[in-house]
């Protein structure tokens, strides 16, 4: 099946410095993916959806100049939090739907990034 | 603007008792529905996808249904076990052609031993 790569699983930096996480599709082409940020106890919230070669689109409330998506290619999105700080604290998660827009099988998730900022 | 609701959102059951969660939309209009689980800490797995002409989905222990015309599904887990434990997400695919999904509060079960 489909599968959705994310790296780094974990990172710890410091406040003030900026931290990329990457979604690489291995077995299809990504031309969306959807990023997401889970605060501890709450649900998976949509931050901004990604389309290869066109500007993110991002859900109200969410700082697109902090939060900068690049989706380069048909298999790589990633995601930077410019001049991170303790409340960017989070669980991010990324999902891509199936290649063609068929409903045969469900979105697939990468398997997130916990960012700790100190 | 569609909004998910998953009740209960916490839950505690002996071992070996039938289960159902709860979840709804505020738009019936669903495409798709998926059910995930998180355990604490980790990433999601799947596990039921209802497709657009489908009502129901079964795997081993688990039963999901869609009504679409309430926007209301549940998620029946049959003798459940202590490994159940975890958070169960529900999420819908508002629109065909890669939609985005929406993600609900989540049910955090329990299962005692």
């Known amino acids: 099946g489909a599968v959705v790569s994310q790296h780094p699983s974990w990172v710890i930096c410091k406040s003030g410095t900026s931290v990329k996480i990457e979604c690489r599709s291995l077995?299809?082409?990504?031309?969306?993916m959807f990023w997401y940020r889970q605060f501890p106890k709450q649900s998976l919230m949509l931050m901004a959806t990604?389309?290869?070669?066109?500007?993110?689109?991002?859900e109200q409330g969410v700082e697109k100049d902090k939060f900068l998506i690049n989706h380069a290619s048909l298999t790589l999105s990633t995601l930077t939090v410019t001049s991170a700080h303790p409340e960017d604290s989070s669980f991010y998660i990324c999902?891509?739907?199936?290649?063609?827009?068929?409903?045969?099988?469900?979105?697939?998730f990468g398997s997130g990034t916990r960012l700790t900022v100190v | 603007k569609q909004e998910v609701t998953q009740i209960p959102a916490a839950l505690s059951v002996p071992e070996g008792e039938n289960l159902v969660l709860n979840c709804s939309f505020t738009d019936s209009a669903i495409y798709n529905l998926q059910w995930f689980r998180q355990d604490p800490g980790k990433g999601l797995t799947s596990l039921l996808l209802i497709q657009s002409s489908q009502r129901e989905q079964t795997s081993g222990r688990l039963n999901a249904s869609l009504d679409k015309s309430s926007g209301r599904s549940t998620l029946y887990i049959a003798a459940s076990q202590p490994g159940d434990s975890a958070t169960y997400l529900c999420?819908?695919?508002?629109?065909?052609?890669?939609?985005?999904?929406?993600f609900g509060s989540g049910t955090r079960l329990s299962i005692r031993p």
């Open positions: 999420a819908g695919q508002q629109y065909s052609s890669a939609s985005k999904i929406i």
């Open positions: 999902s891509a739907p199936p290649e063609g827009g068929t409903d045969a099988y469900g979105y697939t």
């Open positions: 077995d299809f082409q990504a031309t969306t």
């Open positions: 990604s389309n290869e070669g066109s500007k993110a689109t991002y």
